[in-house]
């Protein structure tokens, strides 16, 4: 057996057997599917109490006791009970939660008073409370302008009219559905997904070059194999550990998810869809669903999947070489600073951007970031569900290949020198001062 593949072998071994690869392979998709259960359980299980408000309106620009959602309204005469009244009130009564007060309006002129509306609570009102207040204040003063004007509100709310445009796409067989929304889901999940793992598992290359180097236990293994060898078999193994451990996390993710649907925790509530039906309507969440099954079935899954395994590898092995070279070439962890930043700069970039590629996929910012080997593992997994020319795909998958080839050279002419080196604090010069040196 090569000696890179002894070395691969040994790091699988190794690191499965540690007690952290256990916990984190369990937990992984109980977090995950924790995630998507919490929201459903707290919803069900907790509701937020409607707050009790006092309104005090000078500028008589809510007529009537109109409502909102989240709160109680209690309507005074602004002619008898003045702020610093209503604010007393507020403290004194326990059954009070807060006050609305609207000043007088300017010159018959409700806008000033929509200004300077005033809301105060004893406590940090809910999110949402002071928007809804200020829809409130906002409908029913346009309301009384188009009176003042002579118009009947209620004409112009008939003459309102709602459009809904749906996006298909055309193909040779026809057309069908856009499914932006879920093939963004995707491409944006598969993206972050190669974030996370890039760094995590090239980190732990890092950390593992860095402690054997400051143990002196590569000064041992080096007599028996290469350095470029040795690197070569810590990413490919390490490598190796992260693929079985992501598998079963898909694996374990998928009988979960089973599992959570079968309790119907991630269902429709049954008697909305009883009450929807009976009418004649179907429920909006069911419909949701049935678009995103049509958007699901038009995307080749086996091609993402294996686009996503491609460049899940690649991008790992692309920076898992470069991150085995820094930590060859210092001798603490804290010295690594100073080269992560241009290492790590280009994927956290593509992560900010992500939202302007998943606008327009296919725009000249996209495709770039496809093509150059940095950015491409992200880019290219967000633009993949909205569909690219196979050319395309070729091209950046051969960069890619080029790319790790280009950088395991690099990392390897580093490692050789860096490796057996104490005591100095590298700089950039002293790097490419190592990747000048012959062999």
């Known amino acids: 057996m090569k000696p890179f593949l002894l070395v691969a072998q040994r790091e699988i071994t190794t690191r499965i057997r540690k007690k952290s690869f256990l916990v984190m392979t369990v937990l992984g998709p109980v977090l995950f599917v924790g995630l998507m259960v919490a929201p459903t359980l707290i919803a069900m299980s907790s509701e937020a109490e409607d707050l009790n408000l006092i309104v005090v309106d000078h500028s008589y620009v809510l007529p009537g006791t109109p409502s909102i959602e989240g709160a109680q309204l209690a309507y005074f005469d602004p002619k008898e009970v003045t702020e610093e009244q209503a ?45 809804e207040l200020e829809s409130l204040l906002e409908r029913y003063a346009y309301e ?47 993206g972050i997904l190669i974030y996370l793992f890039t760094f995590l598992y090239a980190a732990q290359i890092m950390r593992g070059v860095i402690e054997e180097k400051t143990s002196r236990i590569v000064e041992v293994l080096v007599t028996s194999v290469k350095p470029t060898q040795l690197m070569l078999g810590k990413i490919l193994g390490i490598a190796s550990v992260g693929l079985l451990q992501f598998a079963i996390w898909i694996a374990l993710t998928a009988a979960a998810s089973t599992a959570v649907g079968a309790l119907g925790l991630l269902s429709p509530d049954p008697q909305q869809v009883a009450a929807l039906g009976a009418a004649g309507q179907a429920a909006p969440e069911l419909d949701g669903i049935q678009a995103a099954l049509g958007t699901l079935e038009s995307l080749n899954l086996p091609g993402l999947i294996g686009m996503f395994v491609f460049y899940f590898l690649s991008g790992y092995l692309f920076y898992g070489a470069l991150f ?16 992560m930043l241009p290492l790590t700069l280009p994927l956290v970039l593509t992560f900010i951007l992500s939202t302007s590629i998943i606008e327009n996929p296919n725009g000249p910012i996209a495709v770039a970031l496809s093509m150059i080997p940095f950015s491409a593992p992200i880019a290219m997994m967000i633009r993949l569900p909205f569909g690219v020319p196979w050319y395309e795909v070729a091209a950046s998958m051969s960069l890619m290949v080029l790319g790790f080839l280009g950088t395991v050279w690099l990392a390897g002419r580093i490692y050789r020198v860096g490796i057996l080196s104490y005591g100095k604090k590298p700089t950039y010069a002293d790097l490419w001062k190592w990747i000048r040196m012959k062999p």
Do not use: C, M, W
Request: charged residues 25%; proline residues 4%.
């Open 87 to 131: 604010l007393a009130l507020v403290r004194e009564r326990e059954d009070v939660d807060g006050l609305l007060y609207v000043p007088e309006s300017v010159n018959s002129d409700p806008e000033f008073s929509l200004k300077n509306a005033k809301l105060y609570t004893e406590t940090t009102a809910p999110l949402g409370i002071a928007s």
């Open 144 to 190: 009384g302008k188009l009176r003042h004007f002579g118009v009947d509100p209620a004409v112009v709310t008939q003459a309102k009219s709602e459009a809904t445009v749906e996006a298909f796409e055309l193909s040779e067989e026809g057309s069908e559905a856009s499914g932006a929304e879920i093939k963004s889901g995707i491409g944006f999940v598969g």
């Open 324 to 339: 085995a070279a820094v930590g060859a070439a210092v001798d603490s962890e804290t010295d690594t600073q100073q080269f």
